[in-house]
């Protein structure tokens, strides 16, 4: 996106079409036959992989993959879903297909997309507007690009225990106090609700909203155990984000290259181990961080 932003490039969606029935199985799998079709006796040898089997996502993976290097994309460098044929982008998650190039490289383009649609059932070619739940939006005039998950997060702050009242919301994610592991025995359900909590602000925290990294990488080490405080830090964070949905990832409108990190000293008093975060800078827009112990 923030090469996109900075270059310009047209950004096309796609979707694989039942993605996973399109990869031949490795090994010899059966099945029984469905109601209605049951015969004494027999059951079913599979010739493609089907949802809900353990390694269908990577035979699909395997066989999108072997296709776009037939058709000569080249793999980038720990970048798995990112691949790249003369100058032309393509990023693709499961079935969800982004393909970014220059106006000048459209034929092109159009030609490996029909290319690659005659190996797998693939429609689309809209201009991206959605991709895994986030909102993409441009001003190509000022080469930028916004990507929001304004609307996601309207979904999990019912996940919070207490009001979503903005008036009532914090203006941080989290206080200074330090949390400490909850001395009595979480419930079944206490343990569920809280999971359901932070794994839905991960996605959040890992995607687009960088304010809140910090503060869910301190709440994830109380996963297995937490208590009234850890579910309050919780629903902090998610009234925060709920109060704060409009803000959205810039990206593009400089030619620059920058990395910050820093550490505290020290600042978890049960064992004296530091945190650490790093941010980097392309573009003028933020494209990778990371905070933790």
Known sequence: MAIAACFDLELKQYDAVNAFIHAPLTKEVYMQMPQGYQEQGKVLRLNKALYGMRKSPLLWQNLFTGTLLDLGFKSIPHEPCCMTYEGILIFFYVDDIVLAYRKSQKEKAMDLMRRLKGHCNISGGEDLQWFLGIAVYRDRV?????????????????LADTDTDTKSSKETPMT???????????????VRAYQRKIGSLL???????IDIAFAVSR?????????????????????YLYRY?????????????LVATDASFADNSLDRKSSQACVMVLFAGVIGWRANK
């Not at 200074?176 to 206490?190: D, W």
């Not at 994830?220 to 009234?239: E, I, K, M, S």
């Open 219 to 239: 709440l994830a080490r109380f996963l297995t155990n937490p208590g009234p405080d850890h579910h309050a830090a919780a629903d902090r964070v998610l009234r």
């Open 245 to 257: 949905r409009a803000l959205a990832l810039q990206l593009g409108g400089a030619d620059d290259f």
């Open 203 to 209: 996605y959040a925290a890992v995607t687009t909203r």
């Open 176 to 190: 200074k106090t330090e949390l400490l592991p909850y001395p009595q025995r979480a419930s079944r359900k206490s």
């Open 142 to 158: 000022q080469r930028r690009i916004w990507l929001s998950q304004a609307s996601y997060i309207e979904k999990i702050i019912k």
